[in-house]
T-cell receptor
Framework: AQSVAQPEDQVNVAEGNPLTVKCTYS??????LFWYVQYPNRGLQCLLK??????LVKGSYGCEAEFNKSQTSFHLKKPSALVSDSALYFC????????????FGPGTRLSVLP | DTGVSQDPRHKITKRGQNVTFRCDPI?????LYWYRQTLGQGPEFLTY????????KSRLLSDRFSAERPKGSFSTLEIQRTEQGDSAMYLC??????????????FGPGTRLLVL
């Protein structure tokens, strides 16, 4: 079975400091990996995705994530956090030949403190 | 705004009643997904359509749940004989499958259901 873990329910970081939101996955086969962000009363938005190629993926709002196959991780990073980055972040994985659905992690709530 | 829309945004019902939710995807998108999200959890896949065909259903989708996409555009999700455990946010997403397999899903704002 495919699964995604986000080991931290909550991450607090001071504005201007770097942030990391962790994600590890367990799949059979080659994964497609995604990060989504959810703001209150708004739909999930895709920040970035890893399909193939360069292990470092850059996405929206200055976010980036590094695919590490040996550690089965896909941590989200941003060099300088903004208060407006405060939201719920979900890591998701999709593996072909195991259906068309995405498997989402439980989410990490990021709070950026001014 | 031409994003994914869902209606209603909130629904309160009594146990045993039927409810129906609607999703309007982005107009040119051929795939439509339904998810359920409970508090503190990520979205859980329920079912998806490619055009009007329902191609996959999760085991989470009990026989009280039915989804349709009759003309390959909007979709409805009906829950019959609602139970308190059905209380959740129901999310709809759409995507365009145009040859590449790694399409991005675009999510609507969700319908929050509370069963009393």
């Amino acid at each position: 079975a495919q699964s995604v873990a986000q080991p931290e329910d909550q991450v607090n970081v001071a504005e201007g400091n770097p942030l990391t939101v962790k994600c590890t996955y367990s799949v059979s086969g080659n994964p497609y990996l995604f990060w989504y962000v959810q703001y209150p009363n708004r739909g999930l938005q895709c920040l970035l995705k890893y399909i193939t190629g360069d292990n470092l993926v850059k996405g929206s709002y200055g976010c980036e994530a590094e695919f590490n196959k040996s550690q089965t991780s896909f941590h989200l990073k941003k060099p300088s956090a903004l208060v407006s980055d405060s939201a719920l972040y979900f890591c998701a994985v999709r593996v072909l030949h195991y259906g068309q659905n995405f498997v989402f992690g439980p989410g990490t709530r990021l709070s950026v403190l001014p | 705004d031409t994003g994914v829309s869902q209606d209603p945004r909130h629904k309160i019902t009594k146990r045993g009643q039927n409810v129906t939710f609607r999703c309007d995807p982005i107009s040119e998108h051929n795939r439509l997904y339904w998810y359920r999200q409970t508090l503190g959890q990520g979205p859980e896949f329920l079912t998806y359509f490619q055009n009007e065909a329902q191609l996959e259903k999760s085991r989470l989708l009990s026989d009280r749940f039915s989804a349709e996409r009759p003309k390959g555009s909007f979709s409805t999700l009906e829950i019959q004989r609602t139970e308190q455990g059905d209380s959740a946010m129901y999310l709809c997403a759409s995507s365009l499958l145009g040859g590449q397999l790694e399409e991005t899903q675009y999510f609507g704002p969700g319908t929050r259901l509370l069963v009393l």
